[in-house]
């Protein structure tokens, strides 16, 4: 089991930059790919990208490609979504998820594990 916890969200002007943390818990962290989701109001979750176990492949919807990248830190337990170019449609609450198999990295039901969400606001 793990436990995840997002922080770095917040209020940044379009063209700008942020840095998103999804910080786990357990022994086993690299026993988990992570995916990253996000929702904005009366929005379904979309995937946003997901990086695999090792942390040496990296999937991206095509909204994001080219300006966020993902990284992770398995000593740290920790990995990071680095947000570049920013546009006020990328303004969503940002989720992580785990998953210990996945089939489809960007299907959100085969993630067991999700964070609280942060808030990501891109003002024009």
């Known amino acids: 089991q793990v436990h995840l916890v997002e922080s770095g969200g917040g209020l940044v002007q379009a063209g700008g930059s942020l840095r998103l943390s999804c910080a786990a818990s357990g022994r086993t962290f690299s026993s988990y790919a992570i995916g990253w989701f996000r929702q904005a109001p009366g929005k379904e979750r979309d995937f946003v990208g997901a990086i695999s176990w090792g942390g040496g492949n990296t999937y991206f919807a095509d909204s994001v490609k080219g300006r966020f990248t993902i990284s992770r830190d398995n000593a740290k337990n920790t990995v990071y979504l680095q947000m570049n170019s920013l546009k006020p449609e990328d303004t969503a609450v940002y989720y992580c998820?785990?998953?210990?198999?996945?089939?489809?990295?960007?299907?959100?039901?085969?993630?067991?594990?999700w964070g609280q969400g942060t808030q990501v606001t891109v003002s024009s």
């Open positions: 998820a785990a998953a210990s198999s996945i089939r489809r990295w960007s299907d959100r039901h085969g993630y067991g594990y």
